[in-house]
């Protein structure tokens, strides 16, 4: 499986179902049918592309968008920015400040400015987003695991060990490598990340 082939795989799941769960059911099926080769060739894509977003840069274009950002949160938002699809994953691994430019997110923000305008009555009762709109994919990183075991008979571990000898040590939450800064500095977050803090200021004085 080259790298086109991974993300047609991942773009078309999205146009033949509706819902993350649906979702991942339609791709560990397809991976299923293939050989364990093309699975591990999936499962090292993957964790490719997940390279390219865990840096410093992306986290705190997530921080700054969201208003959040755990260790936990952060490593299950690369997860959902695959899912985007490449175009829209490639233009912000290449440049984290154009996350707000993506439609998606532009309807998450606007659904947050609503939702943390309602009281706290109304807030109990009406969710911020729904599981299938939350910026975050955990499970995404599971669906190579679950093909292989579906495919093979043999326990995931044999898919870690192949992942192995081509080179990808286990990681199980963020390494970034680039240049680390203070995430929660809202004067360091405006200097990298212009174009963000400028969309939620302006979203919050409408």
Not at 100 to 125: F, G, I, K, T
Request: aromatic share 12%; charged share 35%; proline share 4%.
């Amino acid at each position: 499986m080259d790298v086109d082939e991974f993300w047609f795989l991942i773009e078309r799941s999205a146009r033949e179902t509706d819902g993350k769960d649906a979702r991942l059911e339609w791709l560990r099926n397809q991976l299923a049918r293939r050989s364990a080769e093309d699975i591990v060739d999936f499962a090292e894509w993957l964790r490719l592309a997940r390279k390219k977003v865990d840096t410093w840069l992306m986290w705190g274009a997530m921080r700054a968008s969201f208003g959040y950002g755990s260790d936990d949160g952060f490593w299950y938002f690369q997860m959902w920015l695959v899912g985007l699809g490449r175009e829209a994953f490639e233009r912000v691994a290449h440049a984290p400040d154009d996350l707000v430019d993506l439609p998606v997110v532009q309807r998450l923000l606007v659904r947050r400015r609503d939702w943390v305008r309602l009281s706290d009555a109304e807030a109990m009762r009406v969710p911020m987003w729904t599981d299938d709109e939350w910026p975050e994919f955990e499970c995404l990183d599971y669906v190579g695991d679950e093909a292989w075991e579906k495919a093979t008979g043999r326990d995931s571990d044999e898919l870690f060990e192949a992942l192995r000898c081509r080179g990808h040590a286990p990681q199980a939450s963020p390494e970034p490598d680039d240049e680390k800064w203070e995430l929660d500095d809202p004067e360091e977050s405006a200097r990298r990340l212009p174009k963000i803090n400028s969309y939620k200021a302006g979203l919050y004085r409408g």
